[in-house]
């Protein structure tokens, strides 16, 4: 039950969440989405799933795969159990270990991205990396059959929630400042948001 949860539910959350802290904190990155909706869907098309499929708003898509990366939910996954004894890379594996797979650190590893430290949507322009599992530099929820479960949501939801919050409202800071807290809280199986920032939202015309 907990780890369905988490999977389900949670960690979309906390991906919304930072997908939010980012949109704040680089209002450029706002208005260039607005722009894309605007012109691929029609001013006053509220986005919808259909909309969000066969890669028809790239910037977007690409956006929330930058999120994934750089602000992975679940750096580590989950947990695997070898039945038999393996060696990899030189490394005996006992059976029966816990193995853990440190995906945050394929997706930020300079040894095959640029500037991996650097919040860049356009590294996954016309880029054919995609979020479930067809590249190994990028496992945000796994791979193959023990990947996770939550990905379906994640990857439906995320897009949806962010277009229909960009084409309705201007995301802003609270008053008297530039910016909301984008430090990381790590826990025993999450990466969110150490603090739950305020932010404005200031309804645009229709």
Not at 22 to 28: A, I, Q, R, T
Not at 128 to 144: E, K, Q, T, W, Y
Not at 174 to 186: N, Q, R, Y
Request: hydrophobic share 40%.
């Amino acid at each position: 039950m907990f780890l369905g949860y988490c999977a389900g539910t949670e960690t979309t959350l906390w991906g919304i969440e930072w997908s939010i802290v980012e949109l704040v904190n680089k209002p450029d990155l706002q208005s260039r989405i607005r722009d894309e909706l605007d012109t691929v869907l029609g001013k006053g098309h509220l986005i919808c799933e259909a909309d969000t499929h066969n890669n028809k708003l790239p910037y977007l898509s690409a956006f929330v795969k930058e999120v994934m990366r750089l602000h992975m939910t679940v750096p580590l996954l989950l947990p695997h159990l070898n039945l038999e004894a393996a060696k990899i890379a030189g490394y005996d594996i006992p059976a029966q270990s816990r193995i853990y797979v440190n995906s945050w650190w394929l997706a930020n590893n300079p040894k095959y991205w640029d500037e991996p430290e650097r919040f860049n949507p356009e590294r996954f322009l016309n880029s054919s990396i995609d979020m479930v599992g067809n590249d190994f530099r990028f496992l945000p929820f796994g791979a193959g059959r023990r990947a996770c479960p939550g990905s379906i949501i994640a990857i439906s939801l995320m897009p949806l929630v962010l277009g229909r919050l960009i084409q309705s409202f201007d995301l802003l800071p609270p008053k008297g400042t530039t910016e909301v807290d984008s430090t990381g809280l790590f826990g025993q199986f999450s990466n969110r948001p150490k603090i739950h920032s305020r932010v404005i939202l200031k309804p645009r015309p229709t």
